[in-house]
């Protein structure tokens, strides 16, 4: 590993950050937007009284629509202010694309365009989104009549399109210039991943943009992206031990090897009602967006297998196997529900309690999960020896991600030298 090159590339991720934190002035909706792609470890975000406030007073404008997205993805599926997104959302479907035959700010604002995408996604109602789904065409329509956007902003466009699952939707710039945007909204699950090849290629287009001397001074966004850029590139590096990953994947078996340390994740949950069911899908997204290979029924409607064989396989195969808790989930887990009710939950769980018999009552597989703090009184007896996580808590997403991913939040120490503690009474000696 290039030490050097590394140093490099740590002073230049440090200039960033300085250069983030000494912006005056910046937009609630851009400081959110660091917030999520950076992450609040990296970015602390200590605007909660902003954000209640936005959300007590009903926001009306577009980019106060965009910081509640923002927010609620990076909260998501804990949202606490769902009712109000979905409200805010709804008025901001019913917009002009002009105003007094000028274009809206929102045809060129990019950044707040992606927020509305994030906030559409975590609203939990379907209708919600097709509104927003069919006000945002009228935007890529609108934006066609513009003159030409750079490619940065091409790529958050693309994001949008690729968020609200749009047809015939705008292209990935292929420009060396924006790698970093591309593998930042690749990683945030904004834009759908590609190839290994490509992605490595990005990489690699990654380090004379980090290393740039050029003495050019990013405004805001870019900064953000490219210092998340930087921490996307870090983590590969660790993983593969190559700067840059330039040297990874040469091979068919180094690409499996790849493939196979994704961690698969199933989560199995209760019909409890469209909005719940949504609110789980959310949570799969979530998990994908962190690089898990999560998955749920939704996702798998017609399975050639059918779908009890499904089932089987999906848990035997995963890593984890999410429970989402729920009172219906215990009365179906436990055998409390009405014959012919809910049987694709007892199914499941069914196979979940055997595993876990034949395995001595050992359980590290099987993770209950809750979206509402009430819903801890229903977990079923058999998960009562397991942490469960609460994903409506700020740190409840978090936890799990680190459980998934082997990443603990604390670690022990390494041991140190055992010391040499002489006799109080070193003095004395025997005859």
């Not at 990019?110 to 939990?124: E, F, K, T, Y």
């Not at 694709?344 to 034949?358: A, D, F, P, S």
């Not at 809750?370 to 996580?389: C, E, R, T, W």
Request: proline share 6%; aromatic share 8%; with cysteine.
């Amino acid at each position: 590993m290039n030490t050097g090159r590394e140093r490099l590339l740590s002073d230049s991720r440090l200039a960033l950050e300085r250069q983030i934190r000494g912006e005056a002035n910046v937009d609630f909706a851009d400081r959110l937007f660091a917030a999520w792609l950076l992450g609040v470890d990296k970015f602390p975000f200590n605007d909660a009284s902003e954000l209640q406030t936005l959300v007590d007073e009903r926001t009306r404008s577009y980019r106060e629509v965009a910081a509640l997205g923002f927010a609620a993805q990076r909260m998501s599926p804990a949202c606490p202010f769902r009712t109000e997104l979905c409200e805010a959302l709804t008025w901001l479907s019913q917009r002009p694309m002009t105003i007094v035959a000028t274009p809206a700010g929102f045809l060129t604002d990019p950044v707040a365009l992606l927020g509305i995408a994030n906030g559409a996604r975590c609203s939990g109602d379907p209708s919600v989104k097709r509104a927003v789904s069919a006000w945002m065409a009228r935007v890529m329509t609108a934006r066609e009549n513009l003159p030409a956007a750079d490619p940065w902003e091409r790529c958050l466009i693309a994001a949008v399109s690729n968020l609200l699952q749009m047809p015939n939707g705008p292209e990935v710039p292929c420009d060396p210039g924006v790698a970093d945007c591309r593998l930042v909204l690749r990683t945030r699950g904004s834009l759908t991943a590609t190839h290994a090849a490509d992605n490595q290629a990005d990489e690699a287009s990654l380090l004379p943009l980090l290393l740039d001397e050029s003495g050019e001074v990013l405004e805001f966004t870019r900064t953000v992206m490219r210092a998340a850029a930087f921490d996307v590139l870090k983590t590969v590096t660790i993983t593969s031990g190559v700067v840059g990953g330039s040297n990874r994947g040469t091979s068919h078996s180094a690409a499996e090897e790849g493939v196979k340390s994704v961690k698969k994740v199933f989560v199995s949950y209760s019909w409890d009602s469209e909005e719940h069911q949504q609110r789980v899908r959310q949570l799969v997204d979530d998990l994908r967006g962190y690089g898990f290979a999560a998955t749920m029924d939704l996702y798998e409607p017609n399975p050639p297998q059918g779908l009890p064989a499904w089932m089987v396989e999906s848990i035997r195969n995963s890593d984890f196997v999410l429970a989402v808790i729920t009172e219906t989930y215990r009365k179906r887990c436990e055998g409390e529900e009405e014959e012919g009710k809910g049987n694709g939950v007892k199914w499941e769980t069914g196979l979940m309690i055997r595993r876990i018999y034949q395995d001595g009552f050992v359980n590290a597989k099987f993770i209950p999960v809750i979206l509402n703090k009430a819903d801890s009184k229903s977990i079923p007896s058999v998960f009562l020896g397991n942490v469960y996580y609460n994903v409506s808590e700020p740190n409840g997403l978090l936890g799990l991600v680190r459980l998934i991913s082997d990443q603990p939040e604390y670690v022990p120490p390494p041991l140190g030298r055992t010391p040499v503690l002489p006799p109080r009474n070193a003095d004395f000696r025997s005859d």
